[in-house]
């Protein structure tokens, strides 16, 4: 059980990991433009390497930008050679249908010691050839199997059952995330990991009745202090109290 976070913004990847909640990231092309780089490879080099420092030893998946076979091949390659913790992520399949993404998976992994995070599937059974091909992970997107009117938590449960009954090594990231109870629910269904958006993790965290919680303990524990002083003598009263001796009151002498 881990979370991953979506995200290529140094500053919010070092508020989670000094939580201590995150176990990886995830990028990909639109999320690093999202995050404001647009200086190309060079740049895409510069961020990167951040944040595999960052959160060295977890895992940085960072995304192949080709979708030509052996293009895929050198890319990958170079990509892996960054940080001894990136992960390469390469679509199971091309944007028209081709097929060769799975024979580079497999040249990768078992040729190449590239791990590779195989994204953008929908199914189960793309999951399962995915993993079979040797895959590290297997990126299942449940938000948008959801979009298209299934049930991802199907999909998960089938894929689990699928990995564990042949003893593939891959593990499952549920991924593209849309609402908090997601993580929990996808983790029940059989996900190793969920990936989320930094706003999907705050709101994990914070929750309005805990707020108002936290507000009555402060409110309480001022006002305790406040009739703590309040029933406090002061100390020089204490020095010139009388002391009753059941003649008459006496006052201690000062020093």
Same mark, same amino acid.
């Given at each position: 059980?881990?979370?991953? $976070?979506?995200? %290529?913004?140094?500053?919010?990847?070092? =508020?989670?990991?000094?939580?201590?909640?995150?176990?990886?990231? !995830?990028?990909?092309?639109?999320?690093?433009?999202? *995050?404001?780089?647009?200086?190309?490879?060079?740049?895409?080099?510069?961020?990167?390497? /951040?944040? @595999?420092? !960052?959160?060295?030893?977890?895992?940085?998946?960072?995304?192949?930008?080709?979708?030509?076979?052996?293009?895929?091949?050198?890319?990958?390659?170079?990509?892996?050679?960054? @940080?001894?913790?990136? #992960?390469? =992520?390469?679509?199971?399949?091309?944007? *028209? %249908?081709?097929?060769?993404? &799975?024979?580079?998976?497999?040249?990768?992994?078992?040729?190449?010691?590239?791990?590779?995070? $195989?994204?953008?599937?929908?199914? +189960?059974?793309?999951?399962?050839?995915?993993?079979?091909?040797? @895959?590290?992970? $297997?990126?299942?997107?449940?938000?948008?199997?959801?979009?298209?009117?299934?049930?991802?938590?199907?999909?998960?449960?089938?894929?689990? =059952?699928?990995?564990?009954?042949?003893?593939?090594?891959?593990?499952?990231?549920? /991924?593209?995330?849309?609402?908090?109870?997601?993580?929990?629910?996808?983790?029940?269904?059989?996900?190793?990991? #969920?990936?989320?958006?930094?706003?999907?993790? *705050?709101?994990?965290?914070?929750?309005?009745?805990?707020?108002?919680? &936290?507000?009555?303990?402060?409110?309480? +524990?001022?006002?305790?202090?406040?009739?703590?002083?309040?029933?406090? $003598?002061?100390?020089?009263? =204490?020095?010139?109290?009388?002391?009753?001796?059941?003649?008459? *009151? &006496?006052?201690?002498?000062?020093?």
């Amino acid at each position: 059980m881990a979370i991953f $976070v979506d995200s %290529g913004n140094i500053a919010e990847i070092q =508020k989670f990991m000094k939580m201590g909640i995150l176990r990886g990231v !995830t990028t990909n092309p639109t999320i690093l433009l999202k *995050d404001g780089l647009t200086g190309g490879m060079s740049e895409i080099k510069k961020r990167t390497l /951040a944040i @595999a420092e !960052t959160i060295y030893p977890y895992p940085l998946s960072i995304e192949v930008t080709t979708n030509d076979k052996e293009k895929m091949l050198v890319q990958a390659r170079q990509l892996a050679a960054w @940080a001894d913790n990136i #992960v390469v =992520k390469i679509t199971i399949h091309g944007p *028209d %249908g081709e097929l060769h993404n &799975v024979e580079v998976i497999h040249t990768l992994e078992h040729q190449h010691n590239v791990r590779v995070n $195989v994204t953008a599937m929908m199914s +189960a059974q793309q999951c399962l050839l995915a993993a079979m091909a040797g @895959a590290t992970y $297997v990126s299942l997107f449940c938000g948008r199997v959801n979009n298209m009117g299934y049930n991802c938590i199907d999909e998960l449960k089938k894929t689990r =059952k699928l990995l564990d009954q042949f003893n593939l090594k891959a593990k499952i990231i549920a /991924a593209s995330t849309r609402e908090i109870l997601n993580v929990v629910e996808w983790w029940e269904a059989g996900a190793h990991i #969920v990936t989320v958006l930094p706003n999907i993790l *705050d709101g994990m965290l914070v929750h309005p009745y805990t707020k108002e919680t &936290v507000r009555q303990f402060l409110q309480d +524990a001022l006002k305790s202090e406040q009739l703590i002083v309040q029933t406090q $003598v002061p100390a020089t009263l =204490k020095e010139i109290a009388p002391v009753h001796t059941g003649k008459k *009151d &006496v006052f201690p002498a000062r020093l």
